[in-house]
């Protein structure tokens, strides 16, 4: 049986694609530092047109349909399309010195989240599995496989020749031709980006020196919980996490006090955005779920209505609702925010 769309649903879709067919013209920004030159470039997207400037000067311009998402290294743009209804990832190598482009489809369901494409210098395709977000797909010498990571991936980062940076809800691996360590002590939290000199910057603002983080790289992998000093400020969490599902994720460390956003203390049930989880050691961690913007633990209506709010400027998001209302981790709260938030509920 199909289900009925209420006149309050059909209402917020209409204000939706109201806000969409505004902004339509808006184009996007994207600041990129190759890891190999150590230079800065200026994305601009609009529409299918894709720009790269390097100081302000205009180096290179291409077409691409459907583009979703970015790599740099060495000299070369890798721009991503995905097709996840036919189970499609189209590659395109733009290098924007010799004005070339290489192209290249795999025939791979992903996960469709713009951070979590990468490639390395030899054109070689890291992305998330749409079934699995702690697996990767590593395409290379039209061959894909697969590696299973201990940890949902939130972001993929280019940071060497031939390496990249996964970047899990709770450890960070280096990945290179396919094999993979995690990181010791290292925690970020998404979005990342890359400053140049081996410096990491994370959401919070916090920078990262990752030649001092790879000198103690881990090669024995751990279930274990982080211990107390790797305590995330901000920890990502899927809808429908759970007061127990925490106390056992850190295990290891003593829970002394859980609280909703609102500050009251809860025992069990879900947890939602904004959530605060203590510790014995006096410290605590946010809770976020993408797209969950109340606090309830849930995906609904008030949340779409949220997010609408904010895009009108009626009533703006702040702190981890802030945070959550960013689905796509670019950085910006925007309609395709919105438009994901909808399709959730």
Known sequence: MRKKISAATLAILVLILSIVNATADDYSLFHLTDPVSELSYTITQNGDEISVKLNSSQIGVTY?????????????????????????????????????????????????????????????????????????????????????????????LSVSDVGILAICTDRVYYVENGSYKEISGLQLSAPVSYK???????????????????????????????????????????????VSKIKKAFASLEVTRITKADGKDIDSGKLGTGSTVYFENNES????????????????????KAILNHLCRKELLSGSFLIAADTDGDGEVTTKD??????MY
């Not at 190598?93 to 004005?99: K, Q």
């Not at 410096?199 to 790289?217: F, K, P, T």
């Not at 090669?219 to 107390?228: I, L, N, S, Y």
């Not at 919105?338 to 399709?343: C, N, R, S, V, Y």
């Open 64 to 156: 691409i349909e459907n583009a979703c998402s970015f790599s740099l290294c060495g000299d070369v743009l890798s721009i991503f399309s995905n097709d996840d209804i036919n189970g499609n990832v189209n590659c395109y190598f733009f290098d924007f010195y010799s004005n070339s482009i290489d192209s290249a489809t795999i025939t791979a369901y992903a996960y469709n989240n713009p951070l979590c494409f990468a490639a390395d210098i030899n054109k070689n395709v890291y992305f998330v599995s749409q079934s699995d977000i702690s697996q990767l797909s590593f395409y290379s010498n039209n061959r894909c496989n697969k590696i299973k990571l201990l940890s949902p991936v939130k972001e993929l």
């Open 196 to 242: 140049g000199n081996g410096v990491i910057r994370d959401i919070s603002g916090y920078e990262h020196n990752l030649r001092e983080a790879q000198a103690s790289v881990c090669t024995e992998f751990t279930t274990k919980a982080p211990e107390a000093f790797d305590i995330p400020e901000i920890y990502f969490c899927e809808v429908g996490s759970t």
């Open 285 to 304: 961690m946010t809770v976020i779920i993408n797209g969950e913007l109340t606090g309830e633990g849930n995906i609904n209506s008030r949340d779409v």
């Open 338 to 343: 919105a438009l994901k938030i909808a399709e």
